[in-house]
């Protein structure tokens, strides 16, 4: 089982990063998908969740409006476009398989102010 995160790294503030998770070992289809955040010194949390369809989504309220998730299951992938970035956005960010309890190995986002 493999989730590999990329698309991270340095961003000024109101600047935009996409994040991609590519899954490999699990039947991806099958599994609604997650991106979560942990900052330095503080807990990870619950970012935004999709349905195994794509046709549902879920945003904590601190980024809704600004993050989008998406999946494409034919590239087995989720994505996480990220859009108004803020310095407080800075973590990193770790993708999760909701059904089968699989995390990445996360990627940093950096938003300098």
């Known amino acids: 089982v493999q989730l590999v995160e990329s698309g991270g790294g340095l961003v000024q503030s109101g600047g935009s990063l996409r994040l991609s998770c590519a899954a490999s070992?699990?039947?991806?289809?099958?599994?609604?998908m997650s991106w979560y955040r942990q900052a330095q010194g503080k807990e990870r949390e619950l970012v935004a969740l999709i349905n195994s369809v794509g046709g549902s989504t879920h945003y904590a309220g601190s980024v809704k409006g600004r993050f989008t998730i998406s999946r494409d299951n034919a590239k087995i992938t989720v994505y996480l476009q990220m859009n108004s970035l803020k310095p407080e956005d800075t973590a990193v960010y770790y993708c999760?398989?909701?059904?089968?309890?699989?995390w990445g190995q996360g990627t940093q986002v950096t938003v300098s102010s």
């Open positions: 999760k398989s909701e059904t089968y309890n699989y």
């Open positions: 070992g699990f039947t991806f289809i099958w599994s609604a």
